[in-house]
């Protein structure tokens, strides 16, 4: 429903991109209150951005870009 309200104002990928800072913001959020660290190994780092693009940006991207093609009836 948001992405589709979005969509209407906003370009699909900026709509995916403040998605994707508003969740990451949250989890730095939670780290600091449970005190742990981000990931320090560039290993580790690469593989959560594969893993980000494959399962969060690619799917989202797609769904937005969707909802703006997708003619209304």
Avoid: E
Avoid at 18 to 25: D, H, M, N, Q, T
Avoid at 47 to 58: F, K, R, T
């Amino acid at each position: 429903l948001f992405i589709k309200v979005a969509v209407a104002t906003v370009p699909p990928l900026w709509v995916v991109a403040l998605r994707s800072l508003v969740g990451a913001a949250v989890l730095l959020v939670i780290l600091r209150v449970r005190g742990t660290a981000l990931p320090r190994t560039w290993a580790l780092w690469r593989d959560l951005l594969v893993l980000a693009a494959l399962g969060n940006a690619l799917p989202w991207s797609l769904m937005a870009w969707a909802t703006q093609a997708i003619t209304r009836r």
